[in-house]
């Protein structure tokens, strides 16, 4: 197994720790995942171009207060529009986007022969963009803060559960899995669509940081959990980060791509 992927499905299997650099993307990802870290503070590189986005993404930017999210937006974007050209074999400016009722987009039908799916993360200055074929996927990165209440947190937006398997943790590893817990919720509700009209509480994960993550159970059903496979990428400092797919993916590769703004 090369450097940088790993086979979905097999517990013992991880994303490797190191993020492979390319110039373009591989093949298109029939079966597999390819999940591309971007840096989002980083002003030289070829990995997107801002003048690929739309006018409602213009506009969209425009409306950050601050410059620092504006311009982390918009290398977000045009770094997600580059990323899907490749794929597609389309110019970044012709790409389309439809929205979900929860806000997440999609690519036209029309443009998608191969059901592409993707989906967009971030936090701070790093984001993650996974891209796959025809399962429903789903991605969640975000910073490691020492100042949160994680208790609180936990006790607000987690199953009896999770909270229990928090509680149950030393104390040094108590931050590390409370963010183990919040990106697997997370890349899984992303996954399904649904957003927050899914309630947090309906569902577990597993919480302990060092284990291969798992969903537990969906409303009390534990046979659902079945069909949904979560992976963490640990291979960023200060970060956690996790993907989620219906169903297992045959390969999953991780990549570094560059914004040039």
Known sequence: MKEGSA?????????????????????FPKGHVD???????????????PSVLSA??????????????????????????CLLADYLAIPATE???????????????????????FNVSHSANMALIAVGSEQRLGVDIEKIRDDVDTAALAERFFSLSERAGLQALPDHLRVQGF???WTRKEAFLK???????????????????????????IRGNTEARKQWFLTDL???DG?????????AFSRLETFTRTCNL
Not at 7 to 27: E, F, H, I, N
Not at 98 to 116: C, F, I, M, V, W
Not at 192 to 216: C, I, N
């Open 7 to 27: 086979v979905a499905g097999d517990p013992k299997q991880r994303p490797a720790t190191s993020w492979l650099q390319t110039p373009s993307p591989p093949t």
């Open 35 to 49: 999940v591309w870290r971007v840096r989002l503070d980083e002003p030289a590189s070829a990995g997107s171009d």
């Open 56 to 81: 409602d993404e213009i506009a969209r930017a425009s409306r950050f207060h601050f410059d620092k999210d504006r311009i982390h937006f918009t290398r977000c974007r045009s770094a997600l529009r």
């Open 95 to 117: 790409i389309r986007f439809e929205y979900l009722t929860s806000g997440k987009p999609q690519l036209k039908a029309d443009q998608n022969p191969r059901a592409l799916q």
């Open 179 to 181: 963010f183990a817990c």
């Open 191 to 217: 996954a399904t669509g649904d957003g927050l009209s899914f309630p947090l509480a309906d569902f577990s994960v597993t919480s302990h940081p060092d284990l291969d993550p798992s969903l537990e159970e």
């Open 234 to 236: 640990n291979a960023i």
């Open 239 to 247: 970060y956690r980060a996790t993907v989620a797919g219906e169903g």
